[in-house]
């Protein structure tokens, strides 16, 4: 795509057009496709804030004519939480390479597999593949577990900005969504009964009738994130299934154990989620739970 020029005139180019990011290296997605398809070249990275939020800014200039230019990312969602130091492969890791648990994830891969080996289910051969379609391109999926193939399908990214630019989830964020469909394996538990039936072509469930009844929430940060995409992604009666209050418990505690959100974010993400009183409850009892920092075999070992 070489037609840079219209692009770059509805661009990231001030801070109200700031791109919300939720990890380091997709600034680096965005400056080389710039530098890429622009003729233009790194120059400087200024952290800036602005009516309470933080904005990565950075300095690019064309090398045709030397005019510089500025692009703005919103950074708060991630700033001061986990995954801004991680290696760019672990963010945008390559599509269709499936990927053994302890390959993937190193010693936590380890222990998850022990874990498995308490409750009778060996995990050595569960696979984990990435995919280069979006969550918003498939029913807001970030990871489902295929019984059949025994490997959990994972989208890394959560949007497309323009065509070939891809706004990434980070790794925490889907690792943590990862956990949530280990825990069901661990489980042996049939996630067609509770989990929403992807569907292709930006399909967005329809929230009461396809899945959780709930109010989406549009600020970007991991709490809402955890909301939106669970829930999204789960038959309306879905938490009424103590296998799904579990999975969204190993959920909370990576997340937790990351610094992805604290506890009054997680239960302030619930209550502004509109849920039904009663299932809001029913979570914010667990967050706390998960918060206080409940052993993760103890929750997985449990039936």
């Not at 309306?236 to 959100?261: C, I, T, W």
């Not at 920092?293 to 449990?302: A, Q």
């Amino acid at each position: 795509m070489n037609n840079t020029k219209k692009d770059l005139e509805i661009l990231n180019t001030s801070f109200d057009k700031a791109v919300p990011i939720m990890c380091m290296f997709n600034e680096k997605l965005f400056i080389n496709y710039l530098t890429e398809n622009d003729d233009s070249q790194f120059v400087l990275q200024t952290l800036k804030e602005e009516n309470g939020k933080d904005y990565d800014v950075i300095t690019l200039k064309r090398n045709s004519n030397g005019e510089e230019y500025e692009i703005y990312f919103d950074v708060t969602p991630f700033k001061g939480r986990g995954g801004t130091i991680l290696l760019p492969d672990i963010n945008l890791p390559p599509a269709d390479k499936p990927y053994l648990i302890q390959e993937l994830l190193g010693d936590e891969g380890s222990s998850l597999i022990e874990a498995g080996k308490s409750v009778g289910v060996d995990l050595s051969q569960t696979t984990i593949t990435f995919k280069l379609y979006s969550s918003e391109m498939l029913s807001r999926y970030v990871a489902m577990y295929y019984w059949q193939e025994n490997n959990i399908n994972v989208t890394p990214l959560r949007s497309y900005y323009q065509k070939n630019i891809p706004i990434l989830h980070g790794y925490y964020f889907y690792r943590m969504m990862i956990d949530h469909q280990i825990q069901h394996i661990l489980d042996k538990h049939n996630i067609a009964e509770t989990e929403v039936e992807p569907k292709p072509d930006y399909y967005c469930p329809k929230p009461g009738k396809d899945c959780v009844k709930f109010s989406p929430l549009p600020e970007f940060n991991f709490a809402n994130d955890l909301i939106n995409y669970t829930f999204y992604t789960h038959r309306p009666k879905a938490f009424m299934d103590h296998n799904e209050v579990r999975a969204f418990m190993a959920s909370l505690q990576y997340g937790f154990s990351k610094k992805l959100f604290s506890q009054k974010e997680v239960e302030m993400a619930l209550k502004n989620a509109k849920l039904d009183k009663n299932l809001q409850q029913l979570l914010i009892d667990k967050v706390g739970i998960a918060f206080a920092g409940t052993d993760d075999l103890d929750i997985r070992s449990k039936h």
